[in-house]
């Protein structure tokens, strides 16, 4: 139970297109979703939290129209990268929560190079 | 604000010893309380949690986790180690309604 998946587990795009990562839980229902990212030996730095059917709440310091996030129905989160640059490039993962406390998973993660 | 400190940022140990990770948190109340473990390129996989009562928690590959209030500590162990647990490992705190705060990671090394 409690699985994640994300898609696709690397992309490569080029400098100034756009890029999306879809994240779903395969077996619950996720109320609310997580986007953290994550930089080459370093932890996790939670961007934005998204919950089914309302806007998602951002992080400080992380940019919503660069970054951005839809959680259209219980199963499924997206995260869209916009004009994407290199400084982009990294490790997303995200997280899917069923229930008030529980963190029920964590998707394998996308790894996005942009060149 | 909420923290937790991994203070070891590398470990090495031989196949077969023991293991101890440390984690500390900082805020007064006790918060949720985990411990993940991420292999190279993976995501994160869940080894054990603690949100109340018995202070030493069981998980899975053997790993187990002591609550320790005086400390403000939740030490992630092992008895053994296997080749196989070498990975990134990171303590998490939540208090709450709040986010999931991640340490910064030990990274284990497993040497034969």
């Known amino acids: 139970g409690a699985v994640v998946s994300q898609h696709p587990s690397w992309v490569i795009c080029k400098s100034g297109t756009s890029v999306k990562i879809e994240c779903r839980s395969l077996d619950f229902q996720a109320t609310t979703m997580f986007w953290y990212r994550q930089f080459p030996k370093q932890s996790l730095m939670l961007m934005a939290t998204?919950?089914?059917?309302?806007?998602?709440?951002?992080e400080q310091g992380v940019e919503k129209d660069k970054f951005l996030i839809n959680h259209a129905s219980l199963t499924l989160s997206t995260l869209t990268v916009t004009s994407a640059h290199p400084e982009d490039s990294s490790f997303y993962i995200c997280s899917a929560r069923d229930g008030l406390v529980d963190i029920a998973g964590f998707g394998p993660g996308t790894r996005l190079t942009v060149t | 604000a909420q923290s937790v400190t991994q203070p070891d940022i590398h470990i090495t140990v031989s196949e077969g010893a023991s293991l101890e990770l440390r984690c500390n948190y900082s805020y007064g109340a006790t918060p949720y309380l985990f411990w993940y473990v991420q292999s190279p390129g993976q995501g994160l996989q869940l080894l054990l949690k603690y949100f109340s009562g018995d202070t030493l928690v069981q998980g899975i590959k053997g790993f187990e986790a002591e609550f320790k209030r005086s400390q403000s500590s939740f030490n992630l162990r092992k008895p053994s180690v296997h080749w196989s647990d070498a990975a990134e490992y990171f303590c998490?705190?939540?208090?709450?309604?709040?986010?999931?705060?991640f340490g910064t990671g030990t990274r284990l090394t497993i040497i034969p």
């Open positions: 998204s919950n089914e059917g309302s806007k998602a709440t951002y």
């Open positions: 998490a705190v939540k208090y709450g309604n709040e986010k999931l705060t």
